[in-house]
């Protein structure tokens, strides 16, 4: 997939999973040893407070076709202990494009499956 999204001039952004453990793990430790650029956000929404904090790496060695960054977003919500997710991008974003994008990546997510849900009885 990341082969054919770079291949016809496109940009992608994706998230890793638990099932590719040693991706994970070369993230985790990029970003460990680098200095990586950072950037905040607080936002209050449908009565929450949300926290969120992007870090960007450059990727060392792509893991993948296109692969340029590695970047780790954590969030909190009100008093709710942080999460951490990791993503690798074919471009180096700005932490505040990385908030962006993985913010708009929920709304997606989220509509199709309330789409799924509602109006085809999922």
């Known amino acids: 997939m990341a082969a054919a999204i770079t291949q016809r001039g ?71 202990k942080p999460l951490m997710r990791l993503f690798m991008a074919s471009t180096l974003l700005s932490p505040q494009q990385a908030l962006d994008l993985t913010r708009a990546h929920w709304q997606i997510e989220n509509g199709l499956h309330w789409m799924l849900d509602v109006h085809l009885d999922e």
Do not use: C
């Open 10 to 80: 496109g940009d992608y952004l994706l998230a890793l999973k638990g099932n590719r453990r040693h991706w994970l793990r070369r993230a985790n430790l990029q970003l460990a040893d680098a200095t990586p650029s950072i950037a905040e956000r607080t936002e209050t929404s449908h009565g929450r407070n949300e926290w969120r904090q992007a870090e960007i790496v450059a990727a060392a060695e792509p893991l993948m076709p296109g692969h340029r960054a590695f970047i780790r977003i954590t969030s909190r919500r009100d008093q709710a």
